[in-house]
Nanobody
Framework: QVQLVESGGGLVQPGGSLRLSCSAS????????MRWYRQAPGRERELVAG????????NYVDSVKGRFIISRDNAKNTVYLQMNSLKPEDTAVYYC?????????WGQGTQVTVSS
């Protein structure tokens, strides 16, 4: 059974940091591209960051470049999103996604709220 379980969300003040984790099971984690998406109320789901399965190359949406870092630990079947210098506009539900060819798996999401 495929599972992606996100954790680490919460309430943080502007300028603060959070680290999201996504623990995977039920598939060959190391073979999958891993991505973080987010969805704010009333807005479409947005790709935030991705990391490849091979050379661990990364990509980011412009709005988070220099603030967020995606990484993966294949030994622990876990992908992370380190979020620094958080802004109110980063408030959203953050989702973990695993993709390879026709396989496309999603977690249930974790809420991140940036507010003073």
């Amino acid at each position: 059974q495929v599972q992606l379980v996100e954790s680490g969300g919460g309430l943080v003040q502007p300028g603060g940091s959070l680290r999201l984790s996504c623990s995977a099971s039920g598939f060959t984690f190391g073979s999958y591209v891993m991505r973080w998406y987010r969805q704010a109320p009333g807005r479409e789901r947005e790709l935030v960051a991705g990391i490849s399965s091979t050379d661990r190359s990364t990509n980011y949406v412009d709005s988070v470049k220099g603030r967020f870092i995606i990484s993966r630990d294949n030994a622990k079947n876990t992908v992370y999103l380190q979020m620094n210098s958080l802004k109110p506009e980063d408030t959203a539900v953050y989702y973990c996604n695993a993709v390879r060819r026709w396989d496309d798996y999603w977690g249930q999401g974790t809420q991140v709220t940036v507010s003073s």
